[in-house]
């Protein structure tokens, strides 16, 4: 918060209108959504940011998150998973200025990042100039599996965490699976989160 433009004397508290009474949003129907929201709230007050914390089900919540007419500064409680183990699965529809057009339609770039100055205005807002990483996206795309794809990816993560900053990931989640000696065969369902069921071989018993 030091090196905010929102934080006129440095001393790590936020001292803008910017930060008072933020609009979040979080899945009321959920335990877990309401501990996030709480935590979160408690932990922005530290640094000067105040939350308006209101709760929507999950399908209104999602539905809010994407419209980005509505403007909703913080979402605090969105998902995503991947389809198989790329980073593809996640750079496109996140973070990419097709996410506005045919391609996603009405998903999931929730940040509005590489959106146009045409879209911004269209979605009322005031700023109509924001970052892109459509060509870095491109980029990393059209290269084959290997180490240089691996890197590329990498170096867009880090440079949309360091200096774009659509969105801060706060979870993830760990899957264990116990297996019997019997099975001689196993595969990960990256979307589901699961085993996958019709991947799975067991050795007839003894």
Excluded at 30 to 36: D, E, Y
Excluded at 150 to 155: E, I, L, P, V, Y
Excluded at 174 to 195: C, H, K, M, P, W
Aim: proline content about 5%; hydrophobic content about 35%; aromatic content about 10%.
């Amino acid at each position: 918060m030091k090196q905010s433009k929102y934080d006129t004397d440095q001393d790590g508290i936020c001292d803008a209108p910017e930060c008072d009474d933020v609009l979040a949003i979080y899945a009321s129907d959920s335990a877990t959504g309401r501990k996030i929201a709480a935590l979160t709230q408690q932990s922005l007050e530290e640094i000067g940011i105040t939350l308006d914390v209101k709760g929507l089900s999950t399908t209104p919540m999602y539905a809010k998150c994407n419209d980005m007419t509505e403007q909703v500064p913080v979402c605090l409680q969105l998902s995503w998973g991947q389809d198989y183990p790329d980073p593809y699965t996640f750079g496109p529809p996140l973070f990419g200025g097709s996410a506005f057009g045919a391609l996603y339609p009405g998903c999931c770039n929730y940040a509005g990042v590489g959106a146009t100055e045409a879209e911004m205005t269209e979605w009322g807002y005031s700023v109509t100039s924001v970052p892109s990483v459509d060509d870095q996206l491109n980029a990393c795309k059209a290269l084959a599996v290997g180490d240089e794809r691996t890197q590329c990816w990498a170096d867009l993560d880090r440079y949309l965490m360091e200096d774009v900053v659509p969105w801060v990931p706060k979870t993830f989640l760990n899957q264990i699976d116990i297996l019997s000696a019997r099975v001689t065969s196993y595969s990960f369902d990256e979307f589901g989160g699961l085993a996958a069921l019709d991947r799975l071989a067991v050795e007839e018993a003894a």
